[in-house]
């Protein structure tokens, strides 16, 4: 479910906090592919993680792991950028640029760094590590505000679609909704992992693939250019729903996991 951003940043934070073992954690990415690669973005970057740079022969994810617990790292955060939002990213730059493109990354707050996954080839995924060139903050939106205005933005959604006479069914549109949450890929997460962020992230996954569905409908039973545009912004709000339901969820497992190892 979600992203590779979202399961590094779970099974580092478990990691780092001694809730998970580093062979679980390296493998949790493999449902993302089967090889994954550690590079970095810039000189000054290599010299503090004891990287290479980007060109040069790449790292594994368990060195990268070992840098990070070198470095103090505490826990991850998960952003979700898209254009118009960029918050969490530290205010422009070349891992601004990257996190946009690939639309996922993680940001290790008080270290000032992040990382952007991208995948270089059939099943092989580079990890490259920036700069964060400020702390931005991300806002903090608690996991029951996420699965609240997830819900609202489900019914006005829904409300403002019906409205627009744009929400009729298809056939076999439920099989390709199972389809496309079956293609997915499904990775593991740790033990003890919250499982109200499980079944956020399960929701929030399920309404992502309604999404993807809608807009590949093109056009969607509107009947105009102008009807399409209103469609579009119809969904938008669940959209962002959508990413900010992820985003809480992730996080609100990093902060449990922190959370038990200072009780411990």
Not at 58 to 67: C, M, V
Not at 84 to 93: A, C, E, F, N, Q
Not at 152 to 165: E, F, N, P, T, Y
């Amino acid at each position: 479910m979600c992203c590779p951003s979202a399961t590094l940043a779970v099974w580092s934070s478990a990691w780092l906090h001694g809730a998970a073992a580093s062979d679980n954690a390296l493998d949790a990415l493999l449902a993302w592919g089967e090889a994954h690669e550690v590079v970095a973005a810039e000189q000054a970057v290599a010299d503090v993680f004891d990287l290479p740079v980007t060109g040069d022969f790449p790292a594994t994810p368990a060195q990268l792991l070992a840098a990070l617990r070198k470095l103090g790292a505490t826990a991850a955060r998960l952003v979700l950028p898209v254009p118009g939002d960029v918050r969490g990213l530290g205010g422009g730059g070349a891992f601004t640029d990257a996190a946009l493109r690939a639309g996922e990354a993680v940001v290790f707050p008080g270290l000032g760094y992040g990382l952007v996954p991208h995948a270089i080839a059939e099943g092989l995924v580079r990890w490259t590590v920036y700069p964060v060139a400020t702390e931005s903050p991300l806002g903090h939106v608690g996991i029951a505000d996420a699965e609240h205005g997830l819900t609202d933005a489900i019914r006005d959604s829904a409300g403002a679609l019906q409205s627009l006479d744009v929400a009729s069914d298809r056939p076999g549109v439920r099989a390709e909704l199972s389809a496309k949450l079956r293609s997915r890929p499904a990775p593991d997460w740790p033990p003890g992992t919250p499982g109200r962020a499980l079944r956020v992230l399960q929701r929030a996954e399920e309404i992502g693939a309604i999404l993807a569905l809608a807009c590949a409908d093109e056009p969607g039973g509107a009947l105009s250019a102008s009807a399409a545009t209103r469609r579009a912004d119809a969904l938008r709000p669940l959209s962002e729903a959508v990413r900010t339901a992820r985003c809480a969820a992730v996080n609100e497992a990093v902060r449990v996991f922190a959370d038990q190892a200072s009780r411990s």
